[in-house]
């Protein structure tokens, strides 16, 4: 595709089940970010993946989340025994670099809009 | 202490104000400086980028960097009902990730 695409959408789940979101990066990217955002804490860095780096997972909250990427593209990003706190929408981005500009650009998707009921 | 910090806000302005958002940072290795602009519902958008010190001017928005403080702010002139939506920075050292401040909500009033 050409954008970010990331699914679902929304997702309503009961706390304490497992979900899985996922995110396809722009093909070529080699960088992904996963984020949360809430209305009381902003934008909060998650997880980095770059290349076949170990990825940089110290903004991970807790134990209960986890992110994989298979084959350097498509992301998912893992949260078990799900609680009302990671009610939030979970934003994916991916990045390239700009030789033209010299600087790298971040490609956000729409972001799955998470409720824990 | 985060690398970005960003003020939340709510700022909330009448329209046709001059609006400045501001983030400091920490690290004096970030050499690139963007903003992005989130509408309600929407991921975020790149709105301008700056490389070092200096301002960049784009229409009615203005970015400026000082790094000599750590501290980047846009400025936007004549605010349109239009431009209410949650302004992110962002900056990086080269080939190295991202750091976004939390983001600034802004509500222009007509």
């Known amino acids: 595709g050409a954008g970010v695409s990331q699914s679902p959408s929304n997702k309503v789940t009961e706390k304490g089940k497992d979900v899985e979101l996922r995110c396809d990066p722009i093909s070529g990217h080699t960088a992904l970010y996963w984020y949360r955002q809430s209305l009381g804490q902003g934008l909060e860095f998650l997880i980095y993946?770059?290349?076949?780096?170990?990825?940089?997972k110290s903004g991970l909250p807790s134990d209960r989340f986890s992110a994989e990427r298979t084959g350097g593209s498509v992301s998912t990003l893992t949260i078990q025994r799900t609680q009302q706190e990671d009610s939030a929408v979970y934003l994916c981005a991916s990045s390239l670099f700009r030789r033209d500009r010299g600087y790298t650009e971040a490609f956000f998707g729409q972001g799955t809009r998470l409720t824990v009921v | 202490q985060k690398e970005v910090e960003q003020d939340p806000g709510p700022l909330s302005v009448p329209e046709g104000a001059i609006v400045s958002l501001n983030c400091t940072y920490s690290?004096?290795?970030?050499?690139?400086f963007m903003w992005y602009r989130q509408y309600s519902r929407k991921g975020p958008e790149l709105l301008m980028y700056t490389y070092s010190s200096g301002n960049k001017e784009d229409g009615r928005f203005t970015a400026q960097v000082d790094k000599s403080s750590k501290y980047i702010s846009l400025f936007i002139r004549d605010s349109q009902p239009s431009d209410s939506a949650t302004y992110l920075c962002?900056?990086?050292?080269?080939?190295?990730?991202?750091?976004f401040g939390s983001g600034t909500k802004l509500n222009v009033k007509p």
């Open positions: 993946f770059q290349g076949n780096s170990a990825p940089d």
């Open positions: 690290n004096s290795a970030f050499q690139y």
């Open positions: 962002a900056m990086s050292s080269p080939f190295n990730k991202f750091y």
